[in-house]
């Protein structure tokens, strides 16, 4: 069972910036499609940014709202997923999520929740405005 841990979340003003891990551990393949999804209350999830572990060219998506923002990136030697998160507004206040997918990120599929197995626990990012 892969598991993931989040960190880095909390409140910061609007403009600020945040820079969010997932460190992961008992992977049982080579190829993931590791995600970053949000959830806010009352709302549905969201896919952020997702990134294909074991892809050299890293197949890197995102989301529109956070184009030219947010950035995703991993430490493959310590396993840890990275989303950098620059010009943060109110709007992107959310439960942030990393998860895993196996078998790695294909097209529109890397912002389908259904298409991951695992998940962290969340961390919460409060950006005020």
């Known amino acids: 069972q892969v598991q993931l841990v989040e960190s880095g979340g909390g409140s910061v003003q609007a403009g600020g910036s945040l820079k969010l891990s997932c460190t992961a551990s008992r992977y049982k393949s080579y190829r993931y499609c590791m995600g970053w999804f949000r959830q806010a209350p009352g709302k549905e999830r969201e896919g952020v940014a997702s990134?294909?572990?074991?892809?050299?060219?890293?197949?890197?998506r995102y989301a529109d709202s956070v184009k030219g923002r947010f950035t995703i990136s991993q430490d493959t030697v310590n396993q840890i997923l990275y989303l950098q998160m620059n010009s943060l507004k109110p709007e992107d206040s959310a439960m942030y999520s990393c998860?895993?997918?196996?078998?790695?990120?294909?097209?529109?599929?890397?912002?389908?929740?259904?298409?991951?197995?695992?998940w962290g626990q969340g961390t919460q990012v409060t950006v005020s405005s």
């Open positions: 990134l294909d572990r074991g892809d050299s060219n890293g197949s890197i």
């Open positions: 998860a895993a997918g196996v078998g790695g990120c294909y097209g529109s599929t890397w912002s389908i929740a259904s298409v991951y197995e695992h």
